[in-house]
């Protein structure tokens, strides 16, 4: 599977802008021959939380764009995520469609970050952001949320043999974006294929570091501060040959697990 990462700078509060450029950037990865092509979190509107009431996508312009873009070049997309209006409020969400035009996944990210505010002015997700591609299951999770190591290995027991990340991850911290995703890799032993944006906001400057991390936790992608696309050529089956080395999915013990859970709870 080849896949396209898009590494780009995202105009604050601007959406026509954005979404000029992800057409731009989804054309040329599509006519160099990427077969799924993953965007970074929130592209439509960066993180211009107190504008969402005008600016978040409201009348599903992201999933018609991705869905006829899919189908007429024949890619998969895993739509990075977008602010979008729902019935209830806003959300920072991700949609992936596969190359017959169809949504497959539409998952909230589900952990919000408090230090950029999302918990003032995003509702929380509850799906697990599990998706299949040519009957292939996968998983799609939004930056804050590789923090959440269980939350991963949910996406990993339940088939995942490769986990997308979309992300505005600040520079600040860029140290730990790279150590959480190869720890993720490496734990789940599964292939993480993470976007993060480059640029910066009134905010925040934001660290690019964009990574492809195989199963054994070598790193076979890594954009640093570059713009533009980069592209992985992945084989799933090292996944299986991993998990063969070192049996950690046959060797967990998840009665031992709870047993611990509960002797917590009671000591608290
Ligand atoms: O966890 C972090 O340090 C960054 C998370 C973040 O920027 C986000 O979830 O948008």
New binding site residues.
């Given amino acids: 599977m080849k896949i396209a990462c898009v590494q780009m700078d995202i105009a604050f509060g601007e959406p026509e802008q954005n979404y000029r450029q992800v057409v731009d950037y989804l054309t040329e990865a599509a006519s160099n021959g990427a077969e799924t092509i993953v965007l970074p ?2 592209w439509n509107t960066g ?1 211009a939380l107190t504008e969402l009431e005008t600016l978040a996508d409201s009348t599903n312009r992201t999933v018609e764009l991705l869905k006829g873009f899919a189908k007429e070049h024949a890619v998969n997309i895993v739509g990075g995520s977008v602010s979008t209006k729902k019935a209830d409020g806003f959300y ?1 969400t991700m949609f992936v469609v596969d190359k017959t035009g169809e949504l497959v996944s539409e998952y909230d ?1 589900a ?3 408090g ?2 505010d ?1 918990h003032i002015h995003l509702e929380e997700g509850d799906s697990l952001g599990l998706f299949e591609l040519e009957n292939i299951a996968f998983g799609g999770v ?6 959440f190591p269980e939350w991963i290995r949910a996406q990993a027991l339940n088939g995942a043999k490769l986990i997308f990340v979309s ?4 520079e600040a ?1 860029i140290d ?2 790279r150590i959480l995703l190869q720890a993720r890799a490496i734990e789940n032993q599964c292939f993480i294929v993470a976007v993060n944006r480059i640029g910066s906001d009134p905010n ?1 400057e934001f660290g690019g570091s964009t990574m492809a991390i195989a199963p054994w936790g070598e790193v076979r992608l890594d954009m640093k501060k570059e713009e533009g696309i980069g592209y992985v050529e992945i084989d799933l089956a090292e996944v299986g040959e991993v998990r063969k080395r070192i049996p950690v999915f046959d060797d967990r013990r998840e009665k031992l697990y709870e047993k611990f859970k509960k002797q917590i709870d009671t000591l608290q």
Avoid: G, Q, S
Avoid at 142 to 147: G, K, L, N, V
Avoid at 167 to 170: K, R
């Fill in positions: 979190e929130m993180y920072n990210k952990h919000r970050f230090l950029m999302e939004i930056c804050y949320d590789i923090r992300a505005e991850w600040p911290r730990h974006w925040n």
